[in-house]
């Protein structure tokens, strides 16, 4: 039996043979706005940052006799920096850009820069209530704040740090990393507002002032549609509520209010659903075809005005 010989592997689909390829690939997109674009990926489909960050991990392992002397030691303790600020692993960044420092080279300056950065960065992050928030180092944990302006306060002093880290990193990657931390910060703000809202008597109100404030302050952002998403979210699930609260067949119920509630969501699962070529597309409209398919059973067992 005669073995077929294997096929040549294009070069697009071949490992990385050095360091040097990585980190041309990884310079290339250093300055990329991920505020307002997707991060970019390689030919496998995968985040450009996190493979770069794993590539260049493999090749230290693969090639470690090599790698020895130690003339890649600052290049590579950088380029692994850069790529972490962008998976907001920002201890371990500073970390690296330290090490890449310790080479007295051309990119010891910016390193140490960076550093610094990483640090008051990883320091503002912390500040304000967010359930869930990945711990860096081994932080106390936050307590709940003991009203809405104690909460606010938190946020606040948290967008000041950033928007002050934002000037000194103007022009550098970081500038983009600092308005995305910005925009988590107003979206952890909205959502303390909205996980709350049942417990104040205007927290309603005031839930759906926050996610319209995210939605206003980041309309640029990649994520705008998703802003709007959570506040129709919110829309609906109010509806849901008033309808537990106020059965359709009780005197208690206001077909204008419930309305009205019905109206804001379906205008805006619309308003995403007509956005071609975006992701959410398709998601808002199953979300808004849900939603109408309970509004269809409510309108069944009550009189209209």
């Given at each position: 039996m005669?073995?077929?010989?294997?096929?040549p592997?294009?070069?697009?689909?071949?490992?990385?043979?050095?360091?040097?390829?990585?980190?041309?690939t990884?310079?290339?997109?250093l300055?990329?706005?991920?505020y307002?674009?997707?991060?970019?990926r390689?030919?496998?489909?995968r985040?450009v940052?996190?493979?770069?960050?794993?590539?260049?991990e493999s090749?230290?392992?693969?090639h470690?006799?090599?790698?020895?002397?130690?003339?890649?030691?600052?290049v590579?303790?950088?380029?692994?920096?850069?790529?972490?600020?962008?998976?907001?692993?920002?201890?371990?960044?500073?970390?690296?850009?330290?090490?890449a420092?310790e080479?007295?080279?051309?990119?010891?300056?910016?390193?140490?820069?960076a550093?610094?950065?990483?640090?008051?960065?990883?320091?503002?992050?912390?500040?304000?209530?967010?359930?869930?928030?990945?711990?860096?180092?081994d932080?106390?944990?936050?307590?709940?704040?003991?009203?809405?302006?104690?909460?606010?306060?938190?946020?606040?002093?948290?967008?000041?740090l950033?928007?002050?880290?934002?000037?000194?990193?103007?022009g550098?990657?970081?500038?983009?990393?600092?308005?995305?931390?910005?925009?988590?910060?107003?979206?952890?703000?909205a959502?303390?507002?909205?996980?709350?809202?049942?417990?104040?008597?205007?927290?309603?109100?005031?839930g759906?002032?926050?996610?319209?404030?995210?939605?206003?302050?980041?309309r640029?952002?990649?994520?705008?549609?998703?802003?709007?998403?959570?506040?129709?979210?919110?829309?609906?699930?109010?509806?849901?509520?008033?309808?537990?609260?106020?059965?359709?067949?009780?005197?208690?119920?206001?077909?204008?209010?419930?309305?009205?509630?019905?109206?804001?969501?379906?205008?805006?699962?619309?308003?995403?659903?007509?956005q071609?070529?975006t992701?959410?597309k398709?998601?808002?409209?199953?979300?808004?075809?849900?939603?109408?398919?309970?509004?269809?059973?409510?309108?069944?067992?009550r009189?209209?005005?």
């Amino acid at each position: 039996m005669r073995l077929r010989a294997a096929l040549p592997v294009p070069p697009q689909y071949q490992p990385a043979a050095s360091v040097l390829e990585v980190v041309a690939t990884l310079r290339r997109h250093l300055m990329d706005d991920t505020y307002r674009f997707e991060p970019a990926r390689d030919f496998s489909g995968r985040n450009v940052y996190r493979a770069s960050l794993i590539r260049l991990e493999s090749l230290e392992r693969l090639h470690a006799e090599s790698l020895r002397a130690g003339h890649f030691d600052d290049v590579i303790s950088f380029s692994k920096a850069r790529a972490l600020e962008r998976l907001r692993a920002y201890d371990l960044a500073a970390a690296s850009h330290r090490r890449a420092a310790e080479r007295d080279g051309p990119l010891r300056e910016e390193a140490l820069r960076a550093a610094a950065l990483n640090d008051a960065i990883a320091e503002a992050v912390q500040l304000g209530f967010e359930p869930g928030r990945p711990p860096i180092g081994d932080p106390e944990p936050v307590p709940v704040p003991a009203d809405a302006d104690a909460a606010i306060a938190a946020f606040d002093r948290r967008v000041a740090l950033l928007e002050a880290v934002g000037d000194d990193a103007a022009g550098t990657p970081l500038a983009f990393v600092v308005k995305e931390e910005v925009e988590r910060s107003d979206e952890a703000r909205a959502r303390y507002f909205v996980a709350r809202r049942l417990l104040d008597p205007e927290g309603e109100v005031r839930g759906l002032a926050e996610l319209q404030r995210v939605a206003t302050r980041h309309r640029d952002s990649k994520n705008r549609n998703r802003h709007v998403l959570e506040l129709s979210d919110l829309y609906a699930a109010l509806a849901q509520e008033y309808v537990r609260a106020r059965p359709p067949e009780s005197l208690w119920f206001d077909p204008a209010s419930f309305q009205e509630l019905v109206d804001s969501a379906t205008q805006l699962y619309e308003a995403v659903a007509n956005q071609d070529g975006t992701p959410e597309k398709l998601e808002a409209a199953r979300r808004l075809e849900a939603f109408l398919a309970f509004t269809l059973r409510v309108d069944r067992d009550r009189f209209t005005p």
